[in-house]
């Protein structure tokens, strides 16, 4: 055995004795009354399991996306540590009767240059997904996440 | 007669290779190790500071019976009971006054602080009101452009000025606990930790004890639009009722999601905004930040930070200055945020809060 392939040997065996968590890849889908549903944030909240963290992520323009578990300073990891669930999905938009890009040109308009109005204060921003499907302590979605996978997770919200 | 010159004894290429290698090798060896030196120095320092600020605190405590606020309304304001008014008279501070302002005096910054409480002139020549004038105007009221060295930790790479936008001046690198309050944090009387709008805290208020209860934590900025150090998420749900849900913003330290550039956190030490002033326990430290603007004023999760490796420096109640590592407890992140009661964030949360009945284990 040449010096180099005892070094690599060495190296994965030293990779696979890390100790920590398992983390798998998870991907899906969002659609919001049949439409895929952009820009939303998907929380995978740990169900019971210790030391288990949250994994999110935020749905592309054609409402697909890959979940990554955000630890701190930093770090990201692909996927999420293998265990139970409970997912939400939320999305906040400018109130009605207001564009997201009117609403992004009154928040441009508040960068300190002018003294402040009452007038040009923003409004509060509402949720645009149900309760059913929003709020942690309602949601009925539940995902197992399993070391063999495939991870593959569809959320259609009426 | 004559002799050939003598032949002179010198160095051959190959020598003066060897030579520089060596010293090559050396130098490789020291860099990184003076590198690590410079690091702990400035470690040391911030540590430092923020004992001085523990003890500037305990100061103001005995002179006034209660602790600074992190946001309050300033003497003319409060005489006539009204609270966190906004209003656009350039000449008053939106009860917006930072209680970083009220230590100057005991950070021997007694000048500063004169001319800040006795009101000054903006460009030389508009009356002023007492404790100056809203974030907006930094650029023309002197006071708000001084530099506190106590304020600023040497670790953070560099102030965040912008100087392409307006100079926010007045760099910053500690924030006050607001303990696991997250919902209207910035005007809320409903403090949970040590700190909050118009809070006066007594030592005899924080019944978890000083030495579980922290005051202070270290941020760091960047000048970078996309760190997740001093600079924070704009307008997210769930930060209450899901915090974790502000974990989607970053990928790899990096916002993907639109942040408000225009205010660096780590600028403004006058300003008593949240974002400007304060920090919750609730996400791990050295996670990013995000807000509910609104002109600047907005609540939301605003983590401790730092550029030491591995965790960011804290002051206990007690007035001894800890490092809090990265990993620390933090119970359930995607719990809601509490009302009363013990925090659901774990030793991190716990150590956030000052009446919370938690019993802290070690971190």
């Given at each position: 055995m040449t010096a180099l392939a005892r070094l690599s040997v060495l190296l994965t065996a030293a990779a696979g004795c890390g100790g920590g968590p398992e983390y798998a890849p998870v991907s899906g889908t969002v659609t919001l009354r049949k439409q895929p549903l952009a820009g939303a944030t998907v929380v995978f909240s740990p169900d019971g399991a210790a030391g288990a963290r949250p994994a999110t992520a935020v749905t592309g323009a054609d409402g697909t996306f890959k979940l990554q578990t955000n630890l701190p300073g930093g770090v990201t990891k692909d996927g999420a540590v293998v265990g139970a669930y409970k997912v939400t999905v939320s999305k906040f938009v400018p109130p009605k009767g207001m564009t997201e890009a009117e609403y992004a040109k009154k928040v441009a308009a508040q960068d300190g240059t002018k003294p402040h109005s009452p007038d040009s204060d923003l409004p509060p921003r509402v949720e645009a997904v149900p309760k059913e499907f929003s709020d942690l302590a309602v949601t009925s979605v539940t995902v197992t996440v399993t070391a063999a996978g495939p991870n593959e997770v569809r959320i259609d919200i009426p | 007669m004559s002799h050939p010159p003598p032949r002179r004894r010198a160095f051959t290429l190959i020598e003066l290779l060897v030579v520089v290698a060596i010293i090559a090798v050396l130098v490789g060896l020291l860099l990184p190790a003076v590198q690590k030196t410079r690091e702990a120095a400035a470690r040391a320092k911030c540590q430092n500071n923020l004992h001085q600020l523990g003890v500037a605190?305990?100061?103001?405590?005995?002179?006034?019976?209660?602790?600074?606020?992190?946001?309050g309304p300033t003497q003319p304001r409060q005489a006539s009971g009204a609270a966190h008014r906004r209003n656009s008279d350039p000449r008053g501070n939106e009860d917006t006054i930072s209680g970083l302002v009220y230590l100057l005096p005991y950070l021997e910054q007694g000048p500063l602080f004169d001319q800040i409480s006795g009101g000054t002139f903006m460009d030389g020549t508009v009356p002023i009101l007492p404790f100056g004038m809203p974030r907006d105007f930094a650029q023309q009221y002197p006071p708000w452009q001084a530099r506190v060295p106590l304020f600023e930790c040497p670790s953070s790479p560099r102030s965040p000025e912008y100087p392409d936008r307006r100079p926010y001046n007045g760099r910053r690198n500690y924030v006050l606990s607001f303990g696991d309050r997250i919902q209207n944090n910035h005007t809320s009387t409903a403090h949970r930790g040590a700190f909050g709008f118009n809070s006066r805290t007594r030592i005899t208020d924080i019944t978890d004890g000083t030495s579980n209860t922290v005051l202070m934590s270290e941020q760091g900025g960047n000048a970078d639009a996309a760190d997740f150090h001093g600079l924070a998420a704009n307008n997210r749900s769930g930060m209450n009722t899901n915090p974790s849900s502000c974990l989607a913003t970053v990928?790899?330290?990096?916002?993907?999601?639109?942040?408000?550039?225009?205010?660096?956190?780590?600028?403004?030490?006058?300003?008593?905004?949240?974002?400007?002033?304060?920090?919750?326990?609730?996400?791990?430290?050295?996670?990013p930040n995000c807000i509910n603007e609104n002109w600047g004023d907005g609540w939301g999760l605003m983590s401790a930070t730092s550029y030491h490796a591995g965790g960011v420096n804290v002051l206990l109640g007690d007035g001894s200055a800890r490092f809090v590592p990265n990993g620390i407890d933090v119970g359930n992140s995607s719990a809601p945020e509490p009302a009363t009661g013990p925090s659901p964030y774990g030793v991190w949360g716990a150590l956030g809060t000052r009446a919370g009945g938690e019993t802290v284990g070690s971190y």
């Open positions: - | 605190l305990h100061h103001y405590h005995d002179a006034n019976g209660f602790l600074v606020f992190s946001r990928t790899s330290g990096r916002y993907t999601v639109p942040v408000m550039s225009a205010r660096p956190m780590t600028s403004l030490w006058h300003s008593g905004l949240a974002s400007h002033v304060g920090f919750n326990t609730v996400l791990p430290p050295n996670s």
